[in-house]
């Protein structure tokens, strides 16, 4: 949007990055969750944005914090920015899960439709307005990434520390009762630098207010269904929030805030040590004098998992936890304290809890997500999302080559042999020498990509956001032919000598002729594009092809084998959700599911056994070695597995990081990385016989 981008440069201009300027008063509205998808929801959108020019003052400007379009499609955002245009007001738009899990497109692409980047910053009378962008490719849940992490520690050391600000974002964050995305400790840094008037934030469809670190977080209701929208009214001192419904004569709830809340100092976790004569941690804390802690309810939450309450000792201005609740590994703990008022103070602290079984090797930052498989051989390839390929040597962590590609890796890269196929969003398809990361050729294909390929027989497989999937040459990334579905890819194609097996968000799966191209058969699977066949790749069992999709209802099929001839369903199984990649063991079919199971069904699709992680396991697939498998959680808990009994061996914390990415595996050592960026090693050996 023209309009939008030339008022930020005007602005910028005009105030500039230096000088501080006193908050003139304007009006201004929020918006979240508008989920434009059919006339229902277009209609609840106008009927918002209507209701907004009646108001005296009319609001100068609107913030819309994400889930813009239900399925971030290009109709559906092109339609959500036409009806925003139309209205006649200045718009910031920020994605959210439902504008990027979906979707087939670049993160570049959808910025175009929406006609500016993500994230952004600029000065309005005074105050500072930062839009953080949490819409995570690919996946249900929110992530600020760490390069948007480093590109706010730079734009809030260009702006007059006494300048207020106001911060957008779709997901949460800091939130008192659940886990929308990981806390961040340079995000908790970075806001208790500056002052912060207030987070405007949606996703949970629902007005919610709370206080962390005397900052104000306010979570919308949302526009489609509930035609629920807010308006921001900013004085010298002070905001004054109102919720209002469409067609309302007044507020549904008000809210009045100061400019410059007055801060509570922090306390600080100097360390976490062991205690002495009992079994625990005790986590030793530096308190403000200025606070009265022991008035506050104190709750701790372990490794992103549900808060509890715990004891605060005044003497020893310590808490203490029972050692039993964590694990050997890089721990997260995040300590909070509840005052009467209703302010929290909140702070996080990583500490490493040393196993004489399970041993850090090496870690590195790469201050980049990685959702993309880790392969081993000789090296460790790990795929960046920002294009960039790196060769670690598996005992060290030293790197040994990089290399650059156009376009984001979001889960497109491959290992075979002495070669690694990488494709991005940007439509290339690279190939390198395993070696030296050398790029031996490029191919182009026209939509982004999103799926690793696949190789077979000296053939590479790749599918795009635009729903084609391409046959090219593995020795020279010549095209042999094209074949399209009715929506985007995401699973990684399956090859035989024979067929192409692929699931797409079309809700159909696919078997295609790998001579010719052409569609030997297709089932359908659901009627709902959130139940289609096109998160889990397909893999080959006991002569069966078999994918799995999520189940509309508890009991329903999610696990499909069918005949590779004619698609004929020979067994189901039911789950009420999956996200994993499957993968096979002997006479095994090895599965997760969104709900934490990890499964092992035999190949008549009988249940031989299954293990609850109390975890998500969300698109990392296990690295098996010999009869073991390491599996991650996305709360970033590794699991080592007996395949014969279906009994844990181990447990390892990587971190506070949610993982995407599958590990991988060797003798001794298994290698994991979550979306902070993080890689790591950790040796392992069989512990002792009890």
Known sequence: MHKQLLTITVLLLAIGHSESQAVEPFVFAHLTDTHVADSASCADLRLVLADLHRHKPAPEFIVVTGDLSDFGTVATLTRYHEIMTKSGFVFYSLLGNHDTRWSGMSRAAQETLLGAAQPFSFVYKGVQFIGLNSGLPLEAYGHIDPQQVEWLERELDLVPEDRPRIFCCHHPLFFPDRNYQPEYRSLMTAFESVPVSLFL???????????????????????????????????????????????????????????????????????????SSTDGLHFVLTLPGDVDFGSATWRLRRNQRDWVNVFFDANSSSIRDTLSCWLPGFNSATLRADFPDGNGNQQQHEFLLQSPDLKPLWQIDLHDRVQASLFHKDALIVACAEGKIIALQPESGEVIWSQKVQGEIRKGMTCVGDRCYVATTSGTVACLSRADGLVLWRSTVEGSVNAPPDYKSGFLYVADGGGKIYKLDGTTGVQEWVFQTGDHIQAKPYATDSALFVGSWDRYFYAIDVNTGSQIWRRFVNESKY????????????????????????????????????????????????????????????????????????????????????????????????????????????????????????????????????????????????????????????????
Not at 211 to 220: H, L, Q
Request: aromatic fraction near 12%; charge should be negative; include cysteine.
């Open 531 to 690: 139940f289609a066949p096109a998160t889990a790749y397909p893999i080959g069992f006991n002569g069966l092809i078999v994918f799995v999709a999520a189940a509309p209802s508890e009991g329903a099929a999610s696990v499909y084998a069918c005949d590779p001839a004619d698609g004929a369903v020979n067994w189901t199984y039911p789950l009420s959700a999956h996200y994993c990649p499957p993968k096979v063991w002997r006479d095994r079919l090895l599965f997760g599911a969104v709900s934490g199971i990890f499964y092992a069904l035999d190949d008549e699709g009988e249940l031989l056994w299954q293990i609850d992680t109390g975890e998500p396991l969300f698109d990392a697939a296990p690295a098996i070695v010999g009869d073991q498998a390491f599996l991650c959680t996305l709360f970033g808990t590794v699991w080592r597995i007996d395949l014969l009994s279906g009994h844990a061996v181990q447990r390892w914390q990587m971190g506070d990081g949610f993982i995407f990415a599958s590990p991988d595996a060797g003798a001794q050592i298994f290698w994991a990385a979550d979306l902070n960026g993080r890689v790591m090693a950790v040796s392992w050996a069989e512990p002792p016989a009890e």
């Open 201 to 275: 934030c949606g996703h949970g469809h629902s007005l919610q207010s709370w206080t962390t670190n005397s900052i104000r977080y306010r979570m919308g209701a949302a526009t489609v269904r509930q035609q629920s929208y807010q308006l921001i009214h900013v004085a010298d001192e002070q905001i004054r929030i109102d919720a209002w419904i469409a067609g309302h004569n007044k507020p549904q709830q008000s809210e009045v805030i100061p400019l410059l809340p007055k801060r509570i100092s922090p306390f600080v976790v100097d360390s976490v040590r062991l205690a």
